[in-house]
C-alpha cells in the first residue's frame, strides 16, 4: 500500500510562501490521483487541491484558486503544493492523500499522510 508523507509546513507571515511535499512510500503514486485537504481547528477537514493520475487535469477550491498549485513528479514519487501569498485562513494542518477515484472531495482517497502544520499570522 502507499503512505504518503508530508512535509514543508511551517510558520510565515501573510503575504508569504510555502511549498509542501507529499512522498510515496512503500508503494508508487502511479495510477493514484492526489489530493490535498486541510483541516483548522474546529473545523471539518477541506479540500484544498487534487492532480489527476497522468497529470493532466488540476482541480482547486475556490478559496485557493489562483494563489496555489498542485503538480506531482512520478519519476521522484512526490506530489507538490505551492502556496504563494499565503493568508491567515490557511492556516491549518494540510494532509496529502492518493487514491485511485480521488477528486474533489475524500471519497476516492484510500491512503492519507498524517498530514503538515501550516500557520500563516498577520
Known amino acids: 500500500q502507499v503512505r504518503p508523507v508530508e512535509s514543508g509546513g511551517g510558520s510565515v507571515q501573510a503575504g508569504a510562501s510555502l511549498s509542501l511535499s507529499c512522498a510515496a512510500t512503500g508503494r508508487t503514486f502511479i495510477h493514484f490521483s492526489v489530493g490535498w485537504f486541510r483541516q483548522a481547528p474546529g473545523r471539518e477537514r477541506e479540500f484544498v487541491a487534487a492532480?489527476?493520475?497522468?497529470?493532466?487535469?488540476?482541480v482547486y477550491a475556490d478559496s485557493v484558486q489562483g494563489r496555489f498549485t498542485i503538480s506531482r513528479d512520478d519519476a521522484k514519487n512526490t506530489g507538490t503544493l505551492q502556496m504563494n501569498n499565503l493568508r491567515p485562513e490557511d492556516t491549518a494542518v494540510y494532509y496529502c492523500a492518493a487514491g485511485v477515484s480521488g477528486w474533489d472531495t475524500s471519497r476516492g482517497y484510500t491512503y492519507w499522510g498524517q498530514g503538515t502544520q501550516v500557520t500563516v499570522s498577520s
Open positions: 492532480i489527476s493520475w497522468d497529470g493532466r487535469r488540476t
